[in-house]
């Protein structure tokens, strides 16, 4: 069963304030993602880090930040929240030692921005 | 660019009534294609990983195929809690290199089983 938690579920702000989204794992997983989807769209990666003090932005520009400084951490920023933030964001972790790993999903956090 | 479409966006069946989801996709040099089940308010679910062509898995009700082209999600004898969104996503092997893990994901099928 995968271990994987995002705070808070839902979220409502206005517009201009800084946010962060938590996650956190608990299966020691190296690897770990941001994903966004809105209703009935794809998801779309958004950050993702290879492990500790390694990020990188994924498919989809984001004006969201990441840091990765535990192995279990893996917070995501907005500096300044916008009504086109509005969306869900997941996120995710897999094993580094197997390639064809799984990912393991949280439930993910609802941002409305009003 | 790796693409993954799904059809039908929505299905809607009545309890026992057999069907398939299909899951098309365009990609450079397949690794592996997955299959997640995802509820309202909720994360996705894994639900199998498939490798190459003439592969099939099965759990429950659920069974996945993988064509050169395409992986079918069979259904069979759905019940009411086999309701929920199913995604497709690719892993392509150019992906290895790098951050490995890296998937495409297709739109998704809203399936609605009624008792």
Redesign the interface.
């Known amino acids: 069963e995968a271990d994987?938690y995002q705070t808070p579920r839902y979220l409502v702000i206005g517009t201009g304030k800084k946010i962060t989204l938590e996650c956190s794992q608990t299966m020691g997983h190296d690897?770990m993602?941001w994903y966004q989807q809105d209703p009935?769209?794809?998801?779309?990666?958004i950050h993702?880090s290879?492990g500790v003090n390694s990020t990188?932005k994924g498919d989809l520009s984001s004006e969201s930040t990441v840091s990765r400084i535990r192995t279990e951490h893996f917070p995501l920023t907005l500096e300044s929240a916008r009504p086109s933030h509005t969306s869900q964001y997941?996120c995710?972790s897999?094993p580094q030692i197997n390639?064809?790993?799984?990912?393991?999903?949280?439930?993910?956090t609802?941002l409305t921005v009003t | 660019e790796d693409q993954?479409t799904q059809s039908p966006?929505a299905l809607r069946l009545q309890e026992g009534e057999s069907s398939s989801l299909n899951c098309s996709y365009t990609v450079s040099g397949l690794?592996?294609l997955?299959w997640?089940r995802q509820d309202p308010?909720?994360?996705?679910?894994?639900l199998f990983?498939l490798?190459s062509a003439g592969e099939e898995k099965e759990k429950e009700r659920l069974k996945a195929t993988l064509t050169k082209k395409e992986s079918f999600l069979h259904i069979t004898a759905p019940k009411p809690e086999d309701s929920a969104t199913y995604?497709c996503?690719v892993?392509a092997a150019a992906?290895?290199n790098n951050?490995?893990?890296?998937?495409t994901?297709?739109?998704?099928t809203?399936l609605m089983v009624k008792p």
Not at chain 1, 99 to 108: A, D, I, Q, V
Not at chain 2, 105 to 108: A, C, Q
């Open positions: 994987i690897k993602y009935g769209m794809e998801l779309h990666l993702y290879y990188e997941l995710a897999s390639r064809n790993s799984p990912l393991h999903f949280g439930n993910g609802r | 993954v966006e690794r592996g997955f997640y308010g909720k994360g996705p679910e894994f990983t490798y995604l996503a892993q992906e290895e951050a490995g893990n890296m998937l994901f297709g739109g998704g809203r």
